[in-house]
């Protein structure tokens, strides 16, 4: 079983910074693509970063400039600097890993149980 957890969330001030992790445990072949999302009280998910399995990133609007997200593939695990925080980055936020679990097999989707970072004004 693939399982993700998460870490680093917590209470900041505004204009403070975060760093949240990811580890990807279980029997898998390889992590080809790792995904940030969040959820603010009565929204919809959505994507923040993700990091592609080429290589490339990608990253929603708002966290253009105050997000980066960075993998080790050596620690099969995900990061995401958070800087220059707002009291609208408050959400849970979700890790998560597209696993392809045994080479030449399709990939699969994971999630973390989510992270919560409130930021206060």
């Known amino acids: 079983q693939v399982q993700l957890a998460e870490s680093g969330g917590g209470l900041v001030q505004a204009g403070g910074s975060l760093r949240l992790s990811c580890v990807v445990s279980g029997r898998f072949y390889i992590v080809s693509g790792w995904g940030w999302y969040r959820q603010a009280p009565g929204q919809q998910r959505e994507l923040v970063a993700a990091?592609?399995?080429?290589?490339?990133?990608n990253y929603a609007d708002f966290a253009k400039g105050r997000f980066a997200i960075s993998r080790d593939n050596a620690k099969n695990a995900v990061y995401l600097q958070m800087d220059s925080l707002k009291p609208e980055d408050t959400a849970i936020y979700f890790c998560?890993?597209?696993?392809?679990?045994?080479?030449?097999?399709?990939?699969?989707?994971?999630w973390g149980q989510g992270t919560q970072v409130t930021v206060s004004p």
């Open positions: 998560n890993a597209v696993v392809r679990r045994y080479a030449g097999r399709p990939t699969d989707s994971y």
């Open positions: 990091d592609t399995s080429g290589g490339a990133t």
